[in-house]
């Protein structure tokens, strides 16, 4: 005795392809099998589509407003970074040349005053002191502190994988998508095609009798 396997073709993310029903008849069975266990699959099957473009609308909408949050961060720490070399530049040149020296160093030892946000639209003036660390927000309530090199580091590998996450979103909601018109495609075939096999039934039926009144 032999036995078949169906795989079902699957893309890149483990998300199921739906088949199309091109023979209704032959996918339920016969002319007169029933309709109502494979209509309620398609229907499952429709929702289960549904609920994963839901989420992954949600996880779409999540990235496209954490990722210029993380590019504005890496600028900062960058800025903040180039800005320390900067000095360190200025201090290591002031055995060539005193008064070139301490004109650029006076430059860039001046305090850095900028804006940061308390809320949506609440912003505070803060002198910003110099420093080779910051602290980075990593969610659930965690907040570590980076040395610069390191912050730019961990924000450029985020940024990335935050980037490489929408592109993979984006591609499983067009798959979905297009898994949600195949499934309704085959539920309306379903369904017209029982409407069908009933109208003829009646036919059939009303045929009959009146051929054995006569």
Do not use: C
Not at 66 to 78: F, G, Y
């Amino acid at each position: 005795m032999s036995t078949t396997t169906t795989v079902q073709e699957k893309n890149q993310r483990g998300i199921p392809k739906a088949p199309f029903i091109a023979d209704v008849e032959a996918h339920i069975g016969g002319p007169d099998a029933p309709v109502e266990g494979p209509l309620k699959a398609f229907q499952d099957a429709l929702a289960k589509y549904r609920f994963m473009d839901s989420n992954l609308a949600q996880r779409r909408a999540s990235l496209e407003d954490k990722i210029p949050d993380i590019k504005k961060t890496l600028r900062m720490v960058e800025f903040l970074h180039e800005r320390r070399e900067g000095k360190g530049k200025a201090v290591d040149e002031d055995d060539l040349d005193d008064e070139d020296a301490d004109a650029d160093g006076d430059a860039a030892r001046k305090p850095l005053t900028t804006t940061f946000e308390l809320n949506d639209t609440l912003y505070a003036e803060a002198e910003l002191e110099d420093t080779d660390t910051v602290y980075l927000w990593l969610g659930a309530n965690v907040m570590l502190s980076y040395k610069l090199p390191e912050a730019i580091e961990l924000l450029k590998s985020k940024l990335t994988a935050a980037e490489g996450s929408l592109q993979n979103t984006i591609e499983d909601l067009e798959f979905i998508r297009e898994q949600i018109t195949i499934m309704e495609v085959n539920t309306a075939r379903l369904y017209n095609w029982d409407v069908k096999r009933r109208r003829e039934r009646r036919e059939r039926e009303q045929a009959s009798g009146k051929a054995s009144e006569s």
